[in-house]
């Protein structure tokens, strides 16, 4: 599967407006593959990961080798752009102690986290939701299928957990123009379920 044809798409979007609720009771926004991307160039991951591809291919342990990208995403610096995006648009599900899930979207493996409550640990889980494509099995299945393990993009759905909840302050205050492109609101979110679906079982059938 030539994976560059499933990413999201990179386009303006629109944050959850501030005090705003969902009328199903939920509430969330998206991180999109713009902003993985942003953070792969940011952090200069793709020279570290090709080098790592390279010992890989040399003879060096599979899993050594995903441990070793995994690491690099978590040990990066977030660009000030995507972080203030990110966290704004948890402000607006309430900030710190709001209860989020964080959840890495589309095909392939996925990371889920839980009874997120801060800011810090919201940027933290997006780190390993953005290195969910570099465990040992996904890295070794595009390498079987010869395809390029750059071309992988992630997205991201952060959801409040409870409703409702009071808008507090998280400290950033991004401009428009910084966060469009990096986060999108929630109709848009269920639009991206819906394509992961869609995407996951068009997947299955062209594997199995």
Sequence with gaps: MNESRTTWPDRPVRLVPRG???????????????????????????????????????????????????????????????????????????????????RSLGSGHQEVFHDVRTTNDVLAACRRCFAAPFTAEAIAEREACRVSQFDVAVSIGIERESSPVTVTSTGFAPTAAECAGYVIDNAEIRQLAAWAVALDRNYGRRVN
């Excluded at 090709?50 to 441990?67: F, M, Q, Y």
């Excluded at 660009?79 to 900030?95: N, W």
């Design 20 to 102: 705003h609720r969902d009328p199903e009771g939920s509430a969330g926004f998206a991180v999109t593959s713009a902003a993985y991307r942003e953070f792969v160039r940011s952090a200069r991951l793709r020279p570290f990961i090709g080098g790592e591809l390279r010992r890989l291919r040399a003879g060096r342990d599979l899993i050594a080798v995903g441990a070793a990208i995994r690491t690099a995403f978590a040990d990066a610096e977030w660009p000030v752009g995507v972080a203030g995006a990110i966290a704004a648009g948890y402000a607006r599900l309430g900030g710190d102690g709001t209860a989020v899930t964080v």
